[in-house]
C-alpha cells in the first residue's frame, strides 16, 4: 500500500471516530418502570444537642416509600427528654406552630462540653426509643474563612473568573479520633420586598415591572439544602492544621458576600451517619457504585428491637462566626462573568412593604453583620 | 526462613516418595508393553505459523496402526520392521502421503499445509470435532484466534475476554466491566495467564477492551470444570491464554488500523530454524479528538498501549528455550470527578495502572514421550491515582508482583498420560501508598507492605482403560505462608472484627511466618463412552486461593488493591462437582453438550457496609467471608463444518451468597442468601459464520441475558437537606434484561492469488438494531417531585466499525 493510501484511510478514520464520539454522547437516560415495594415505615428522629442556645431540637417523623411524592407524616404526641450522666432531665415539648417539632422545656438550655447526653422518646403508642450515649466534645475555633477564585472556560472569553470557593482553616488537636462537620447561612440584604408584574407599553407578555422597597431592613436567609454532609475525620491529617477544608462554591458578582459559619465537633458514630447519608444520596447506579449499605443512626428501639429507626441523635460543640467574603478580585487580568440577584435599584422608594418573617427572609440583623 | 524450608521439605517429602514410586512402576509398565521393535515419530506443525498441529491423524496404511498427535503437535507410532507408507491429515489441511522404509527408530517431522479448497470448514474450536467425546476433561473450551477473529467485535477491536461471554457459563456485570464471571465466580477468581505469567487486570480502559493483543495470541483455553491439577490459586476457572512462537523460517510484518488502536506486529527468524523474534505493539492515540467535542470531555485522556515481545530460541531438536515479555499501559482522566472513597472532593483525578509480565520457559524433550519443563515467571502489576488540585494534591499507588518458578515433567503413553511438578510463588503486595503533594494538607500514607509464598506440588494421571472408559485423577498440595515484617492483631474468638474487638497485637519479624495455611487439593475427571458419539463425563475439584482483590462495587475499578490471606482472612476454598453428557452426529459435524456443575464456597468474601478498602491498615476488619454457592446447567450445540458453523448455548446458572448475623451491625442484608452482582439466571448465546464466497464471511452473534442484581431503595428520608434511601436488602431486584445483535463482514484475500501483501477488510456493527441496554439504573433523588428510576444506557445506539489489517 502506499503513502496516500495510508492518508486516506487517517482521515476516513478521524471521521469515523467523531462519528463513534456523536454516538457515545448520545447516550440516553430514559425513565423506567420498577417495582419497588412501599413497606418501609420507620421513625425518623433528627435530634442535635449542642452549646449554642436555640439549636436545641428534636424532629420526628415517618419515613415515605422511595417512588411515592414525598409525604412527610409527623409524629406528635410524644415524650421526649434528654438525660445526662448525673440523671438531670431536660424535657422537649412538641411546638404549637410545627407538629413533629420538640423544643426544650428550657428555651436557653445549651449542652456541656464533657458532658453525656442520652436521648429518650416514649412515642403515643407507647414505643420506647433510646439513644447511645454521646459525649459532647469541644471543637477548636475557626482559624480563617476565605475564597478563591474560580477561574473557568467560557465558549466566547475565554477563560473568565466565575466565582468562589468559599475556604477554611482550622487547627486538629493533636488527639486522634477527632471528626467535623461543617454548615453554613448566606445572608443576602433585600433593596425591596415586593415585585409587580404587569404587561409593559406596546409588550404583550406579563414581566417583572416594578419593585417596592422595604419599611424595615430585610434579609433573604440562604442556607445549604442540598449536599450539607460536609464532615471529615482527622485520620488522614491528625494533628496537622486542616486547610482549604471547601465549604461552599458561589457566583461572581461584584459585592460583598455575607456567610456564617458553623463548625461541629461530632462523634465517630455521627461521621459514618453523615458519610453514609452522603455517599447513598451520590450513588447513581453506576457499575463503579459501592454496594448499599444500612443507615445506622446511634437510636434504637428499646421496646421493639424489630422497629426501625433512622436518624441520628447529634451531640456537637459548634464553633460559629460569620464574614463578608470580598467578592472584588484585587486586579482584573481576566474577564469575570456576572451571576447576581436582580439589583434594587429600581425599588420604589414611596410604596414600602413590610419584611415577612419566614424561614427564608427576616428583619434580624444577622449576629455577625457590621455594615 | 530455614524452618520454612525444613517445613516444606518436611511435608513434600513422603509426597515426593509416593510420586517416585509411582513414576517408576508406571515405567516398568511401560517397558514391559512395548513388543514392536521400531518407533515412527516426529512433529506435525503449520507451514505457515510452525505451530504444532494437535489432533492430526498419522497413519501406517500398511498396518492400519494409527495415532493422533498430542497438544505438542509430537505423535510416536510403534511398528515392525518393512516397508510403510505414512498418512498424516488433519482438517482443513492437504493430507500428505509420505513413504517410509522402518529399519531403525525413524524421526519423520512433517509440515502441513492449508488446503485453500477446504476453507469453507472454518473449524470453530482449534482442537479437532471428536475432542470433546475422547477426552476425559469436562468444562474445556478452546478457542483459537482465528475463530475469535470471526466473532463481531465492538468497535472493530477483536477481543480475547469479550469472545469468551460467547461461551457457556461465562458472564459479565455489563458492559464495560473488566473481567470475567465463570460459573459463578467473581472476576479474581479467574486464574488468567498469558504465556504461564498471571494477569491481574485483563482490561484496557476500564474493561472496554481486553489486554490481548489478538495479533500476538495462538490460542485461548478456559477450564471451567475439570480443572487440571496443574493449575491452582484460584477457585473458579483456569484462562490460559497462549502467544504465538515466532516464525522460525520467514519473516512477516502485519498489523491493522481500527478507530480505536492501531496495531503493528514483526516476526522475523535471526538464525533460520534455530532463533527468531516476534514484537507486536497496538496502541490508541486517538483521545485528542474530545478536544473535538463539547467542553465537558475536552479533558478527557483515554489512552492505552501495549507491546508484546517473544523470543524463541531452538538449539536443538530436543531443547527449546523461549522469552516473553508483555507491557501495557493505560492513562484514564475524566475532566472531573471526585474521590468520594477517599473523602477529598478532587477536581479531576488521572487514574493510570500499567502491566509488566514476563516469562523464561525451557522445554526439554527428554525421549519420544516426556518432556521437562522449567518455568521462570514475573508479573508486576501497577495502578496509580493522581490528584493535582494543590492543598489536596496526592499520588496514591498500588502494586502487586509476583515471582514464581514451576517445573512440570509430562510423560505420555498409550494407556497412561503422567504429569507432576512443583512451583513456588512469591508474592509482594504494595496495598496503597499515598505521597501528598508539595503544598498538601493530606498526610502521608503508607500500608504496610504484604509478603507471602505459595508453594505447591502435584500429580497428575490419566488411565485410559478400555476405549469407553478414561479418568484422569490428580492431587495438588498447596502450602501457603504469609511472610513478616508484620503486624497482626488478635480478636476475641467469634467476635466481630471491629477495633474494640482487639485482644492483642502481634509483631513479627523479616522473614517469619506469621500465618500458614495448606492442604490437598483433589481433582478427579471420569468419562465413560456408551458409544463412539456419545459421552458421560464427570468431574470433582476442589481450589484454594490464597490472593484475593479487594473491591465492593459492582465492576471492579483497576485501581483496586489485592490481598493475601493472612491470620484473620482465611483462604477461600471451593468444591465444584459437575456432570456432563457429550453427544456428536452426523459424523461429528454436530457437537452436543449438557453440563451441570454446583459449586459451594467457604470464605466467600464480602464487605462491611461502607468498607474503606483503599486506606485500611486493617483489611481483615473491611472484609467478612460468608458462604458462597453456584449452580447451573450449560447446554450447548455446535455446528463444525460446512459452510455455515457456528454454535447455540443456554445458560441457567445461579450464584449466591450468604453472611453470617452475627454481622449484622456492620452488613446490611445477613443471615439469607442473596444474589451475586453477577448472578444472572438465564443466558443465551448464538454465534454465525456464514461463508458466502471463498474469502467472505458474514458473520452474527446475538446474546440474550437476564439483567444483573441491583438494589432500589424501599423507602427514603432527609437528613441535613439530602435524600438518603433506605435499602433494606441487597441485590433482590434486577435491571431489564439485556439483549444484543452484532454482525461482520470478514473480507479476506482470495487464497487461489498469491500475493505478499494479505488485506482483510472487517466491517461490523455492535448493537445492530440500537437496543439502549440498561447500563445503570439510577433514581432521581428531588425531594419535590415523585422518584421515578431511570435507566441509562451508555451503549445505546448501533456502532458501526471499519477495520483494516495487513500481512506480508
New interface residues.
Given amino acids: 500500500?502506499n503513502i496516500p493510501a495510508f492518508a486516506k484511510?487517517r482521515k476516513?478514520?478521524?471521521l469515523?471516530?467523531?462519528?463513534?464520539?456523536g454516538?457515545?454522547?448520545?447516550?440516553?437516560?430514559?425513565?423506567?418502570?420498577?417495582?419497588?415495594?412501599?413497606?418501609?415505615?420507620?421513625l425518623?428522629v433528627?435530634a442535635s444537642l449542642t452549646t449554642y442556645p436555640g439549636l436545641q431540637e428534636v424532629r420526628l417523623?415517618k419515613?415515605?416509600?422511595?417512588?411515592?411524592?414525598?409525604l412527610?407524616y409527623a409524629v406528635t404526641n410524644a415524650q421526649v427528654w434528654v438525660e445526662d450522666e448525673l440523671g438531670q432531665r431536660q424535657f422537649f415539648f412538641e411546638s404549637v406552630k410545627n407538629s413533629g417539632i420538640y423544643l426544650p422545656q428550657n428555651r436557653n438550655f445549651v449542652g456541656e462540653i464533657g458532658r453525656t447526653y442520652v436521648l429518650h422518646i416514649r412515642t403515643s403508642d407507647n414505643q420506647t426509643f433510646a439513644s447511645k450515649p454521646e459525649k459532647l466534645k469541644e471543637t477548636p475555633p475557626i482559624k480563617k474563612i476565605y475564597p478563591e477564585a474560580i477561574i473557568s472556560?467560557d465558549?466566547v472569553s475565554g477563560q473568565v473568573l466565575s466565582g468562589y470557593k468559599i475556604l477554611l482553616d482550622t487547627d486538629d488537636p493533636a488527639s486522634k479520633g477527632d471528626y467535623y462537620r461543617w454548615?453554613w447561612v448566606h445572608y443576602e440584604r433585600q433593596g425591596y420586598c415586593f415585585t409587580f408584574d404587569g404587561i409593559p407599553f406596546g409588550g404583550n407578555l406579563a414581566t417583572r415591572i416594578g419593585f417596592a422597597c422595604c419599611e424595615t431592613e430585610c434579609w433573604d436567609i440562604h442556607?445549604?439544602?442540598?449536599?450539607?454532609?460536609n464532615v471529615?475525620?482527622d485520620?488522614?491529617?491528625?494533628g496537622?492544621?486542616?486547610?482549604?477544608q471547601?465549604l461552599h462554591s458561589i457566583p461572581y458578582c461584584p459585592r460583598d458576600y455575607y456567610i456564617e459559619v458553623q463548625q461541629r465537633s461530632i462523634s465517630r458514630d455521627a461521621y459514618?451517619?453523615?458519610?453514609?447519608?452522603?455517599?447513598?444520596?451520590?450513588?447513581?447506579?453506576?457499575?463503579?457504585?459501592?454496594?448499599?449499605?444500612?443507615?445506622?443512626g446511634n437510636i434504637s428501639c428499646t421496646s421493639d428491637s424489630t422497629l426501625q429507626v433512622?436518624?441520628?441523635f447529634e451531640v456537637a460543640d459548634i464553633y460559629e462566626t460569620g464574614v463578608f467574603i470580598d467578592r472584588i478580585p484585587a486586579q482584573f487580568t481576566i474577564p469575570t462573568l456576572f451571576t447576581c440577584e436582580p439589583t434594587p435599584i429600581s425599588a420604589n422608594p414611596f410604596e414600602c412593604r413590610p419584611c415577612v418573617e419566614s424561614a427564608f427572609r427576616t428583619r434580624i440583623k444577622p449576629k455577625y453583620w457590621t455594615k | 526462613m530455614i524452618t520454612t524450608i525444613y517445613m516444606i521439605r518436611k511435608l513434600l517429602t513422603p509426597f515426593l516418595f509416593v510420586l517416585s514410586t509411582f513414576f517408576f512402576f508406571f515405567l516398568q509398565a511401560q517397558e514391559a508393553g512395548q513388543t514392536q521393535s521400531f518407533t515412527v515419530y516426529g512433529n506435525v506443525v503449520d507451514s505457515l505459523t510452525q505451530e504444532p498441529i494437535s489432533g492430526a491423524a498419522v497413519f501406517l496404511t500398511e498396518s492400519r496402526a494409527g495415532t493422533y498427535t498430542d497438544k505438542k503437535g509430537f505423535y510416536g507410532i510403534p511398528t515392525p520392521a518393512g516397508a510403510f507408507t505414512l498418512r498424516i491429515s488433519y482438517l482443513g489441511y492437504a493430507a500428505k502421503v509420505i513413504p517410509i522404509q522402518v529399519d531403525k527408530n525413524v524421526i519423520m517431522d512433517v509440515v502441513l499445509s492449508k488446503d485453500a479448497k477446504f476453507l469453507e470448514e472454518v473449524t470453530v474450536i482449534s482442537s479437532k470435532p471428536e475432542e470433546n467425546i475422547r477426552s476425559t476433561e469436562t468444562g474445556v473450551a478452546q478457542l483459537s484466534i482465528r475463530s475469535i477473529r470471526k466473532i463481531p467485535a465492538f468497535m472493530g477491536e477483536i477481543d480475547v475476554v469479550r469472545s469468551l461471554q460467547m461461551l457457556p457459563g461465562v458472564s459479565t456485570v455489563g458492559e464495560g466491566a473488566t473481567g470475567l464471571n465463570v460459573r459463578g465466580g467473581s472476576i479474581d477468581q479467574n486464574l488468567v495467564l498469558m504465556d504461564d505469567a498471571p494477569v491481574f487486570n485483563s482490561s484496557h480502559l476500564f474493561g472496554f477492551f481486553s489486554i490481548f493483543n489478538p495479533d500476538a495470541v495462538r490460542d485461548v483455553t478456559l477450564s471451567r470444570g475439570g480443572v487440571s491439577a496443574e493449575y491452582g490459586g484460584r477457585t473458579s476457572s483456569v484462562l490460559d491464554v497462549k502467544l504465538k512462537d515466532p516464525d522460525l523460517e520467514k519473516s512477516s510484518f502485519y498489523g491493522g488500523i481500527g478507530m480505536i488502536s492501531n496495531r503493528l506486529g514483526l516476526e522475523v527468524p535471526l538464525i533460520k530454524n534455530r532463533l527468531a523474534i516476534l514484537i507486536s505493539g497496538r496502541g490508541s492515540f486517538n483521545d485528542f479528538l474530545f478536544k473535538l467535542g463539547p467542553e465537558s470531555i475536552q479533558g478527557t485522556v483515554a489512552n492505552f498501549y501495549d507491546l508484546t515481545g517473544k523470543i524463541l530460541f531452538k538449539p536443538s531438536e530436543k531443547t527449546r528455550l523461549s522469552y516473553t515479555s508483555y507491557n501495557s499501559f493505560d492513562a484514564f482522566k475524566l475532566p472531573s470527578d471526585s474521590l468520594n472513597t477517599v473523602n477529598v472532593n478532587a477536581s479531576s483525578s488521572r487514574y493510570e495502572y500499567r502491566t509488566y509480565n514476563q516469562t523464561l520457559r525451557f522445554n526439554w524433550f527428554v525421549s519420544k514421550n516426556a518432556s521437562l519443563t522449567l518455568t521462570g515467571v514475573q508479573s508486576i502489576y501497577k495502578a496509580n491515582t493522581a490528584v493535582p488540585d494543590s492543598s489536596i494534591a496526592f499520588d496514591l499507588s498500588s502494586g502487586i508482583r509476583l515471582r514464581a518458578l514451576k517445573a512440570r515433567y509430562v510423560h505420555t503413553g498409550e494407556k497412561n498420560n503422567l504429569s507432576f511438578g512443583l512451583e513456588s510463588t512469591n508474592y509482594q503486595i504494595d496495598p496503597n501508598q499515598l505521597v501528598p503533594g508539595p503544598y498538601s494538607n493530606i498526610l502521608a500514607i503508607d500500608i504496610q507492605r504484604e509478603l507471602a509464598r505459595e508453594s505447591a506440588a502435584y500429580l497428575e494421571n490419566e488411565w485410559k482403560f478400555s476405549p469407553q472408559f478414561s479418568v484422569i485423577a490428580g492431587l495438588r498440595y498447596s502450602f501457603f505462608q504469609r511472610l513478616g515484617a508484620d503486624t497482626v492483631y488478635r480478636y476475641a474468638p467469634e467476635a466481630i472484627r471491629i477495633d474494640e474487638n482487639v485482644e492483642e497485637t502481634q509483631v513479627f519479624s523479616k522473614g517469619t511466618a506469621s500465618k500458614t495455611y495448606g492442604g490437598i487439593e483433589p481433582r478427579l475427571s471420569l468419562r465413560y463412552s456408551l458409544n463412539e458419539n456419545t459421552s458421560i463425563k464427570a468431574s470433582y475439584n476442589r481450589m484454594r486461593q490464597y490472593v484475593q482483590l479487594i473491591s465492593n462495587t459492582t465492576a471492579a475499578l483497576p485501581t483496586a488493591r489485592w490481598g493475601t490471606s493472612d491470620l484473620n482472612i482465611l483462604p477461600q476454598i471451593a468444591d465444584q462437582v459437575s456432570l456432563g453428557f457429550f453427544k456428536n452426529l452426523e459424523e461429528n459435524r454436530w457437537e452436543t453438550s449438557a453440563e451441570l456443575y454446583y459449586r459451594q464456597s467457604q470464605n466467600f468474601p464480602d464487605y462491611r457496609d461502607l468498607a474503606d478498602l483503599i486506606f485500611s491498615k486493617n483489611l481483615e476488619q473491611e472484609i467478612i467471608q460468608g458462604e458462597g454457592k453456584a449452580y447451573g446447567l450449560e447446554l450447548m450445540a455446535r455446528k463444525n463444518t460446512g459452510f455455515l458453523t457456528g454454535w447455540v448455548t443456554y445458560t441457567y446458572a445461579r450464584t449466591q451468597i450468604k453472611v453470617d448475623p452475627r454481622y449484622k451491625s456492620i452488613h446490611n442484608y445477613t443471615g439469607a442468601w442473596y444474589p451475586a452482582n453477577y448472578d444472572k439466571p438465564h443466558t443465551m448465546n448464538v454465534m454465525m459464520n456464514y461463508r458466502t464466497a471463498i474469502n467472505v464471511t458474514l458473520s452474527a452473534n446475538f446474546t440474550y441475558s437476564t439483567g444483573r442484581p441491583a438494589t432500589y431503595p424501599y423507602g427514603r428520608f432527609i437528613a441535613a437537606g439530602n435524600t438518603v434511601p433506605l435499602y433494606p436488602n441487597r441485590n433482590l431486584q434486577r435491571i431489564p434484561d439485556y439483549h444484543r445483535l452484532d454482525l461482520a463482514l470478514i473480507v479476506e484475500p482470495n487464497p487461489n492469488r498469491i500475493r505478499k501483501w494479505k488485506g482483510t477488510w472487517v466491517l461490523s456493527v455492535y448493537n445492530l438494531y440500537g437496543r439502549k441496554n440498561a447500563y445503570s439504573i439510577y433514581f432521581a433523588l428531588n425531594q419535590r417531585k415523585q422518584t421515578n428510576a431511570n435507566k441509562l444506557a451508555i451503549f445505546g445506539s448501533a456502532f458501526p466499525s471499519l477495520t483494516y489489517n495487513f500481512k506480508f
Fill in positions: 500500500m484511510l476516513w478514520k478521524s469515523c471516530l467523531l462519528l463513534f464520539l454516538a457515545s454522547l448520545s447516550t440516553c437516560v430514559n425513565p423506567l418502570e420498577v417495582g419497588v415495594p412501599d413497606e418501609m415505615q420507620g425518623v433528627n417523623y419515613s415515605a416509600a422511595f417512588t411515592t411524592r414525598a412527610y472556560e465558549p454548615s442556607r445549604c439544602y442540598l449536599n450539607c454532609t471529615l475525620s485520620a488522614l491529617i491528625n496537622r492544621s486542616i486547610s482549604r471547601p459514618n451517619y453523615w458519610r453514609t447519608v452522603d455517599q447513598l444520596s451520590s450513588n447513581n447506579g453506576s457499575i463503579f457504585d459501592a454496594a448499599p449499605a444500612a443507615v445506622r433512622y436518624g441520628l
